[in-house]
Nanobody, 118 residues
Framework: QVQLVESGGGLVQPGGSLRLSCVASGSIFRNYAMGWYRQVPGSQRELVAHITSVTSPKYEDSVKGRFTISADNAKNTVYLQMNSLKPEDTAVYFC????????????WGQGTQVTVSS
């Protein structure tokens, strides 16, 4: 069982920055792909950024050049640095750990609200 705890959300003005953190309950980067998703009411959850221990980070087109996903293995933590935030980035952001191997499962954090508004 993997537990994920997100933090760092909040209210920010357009053009501002936030850094989200996702702390995992153990050393997981070898066996899990880590991702950040977001969801607005009435819409499906969408993948924002994705990272594994063996591949380069991937980003959804609308956040390329503005968001950066990174991982600190020693702290079992994944970050999402969000710069140049726009109102359309407003959503609940979720951390995900997706097992890379059969039997490793799929886990979600509780979500953290990001609101971009003046």
């Amino acid at each position: 069982q993997v537990q994920l705890v997100e933090s760092g959300g909040g209210l920010v003005q357009p053009g501002g920055s936030l850094r989200l953190s996702c702390v995992a309950s153990g050393s997981i980067f070898r066996n899990y792909a880590m991702g950040w998703y977001r969801q607005v009411p009435g819409s499906q959850r969408e993948l924002v950024a994705h990272i594994t221990s063996v591949t380069s980070p991937k980003y959804e087109d609308s956040v390329k050049g503005r968001f950066t996903i990174s991982a600190d293995n020693a702290k079992n933590t994944v970050y999402l640095q969000m710069n140049s935030l726009k109102p359309e980035d407003t959503a609940v952001y979720f951390c995900n750990a997706h097992g890379r191997w059969v039997g490793y499962g799929d886990y979600w954090g509780q979500g953290t609200q990001v609101t971009v508004s003046s």
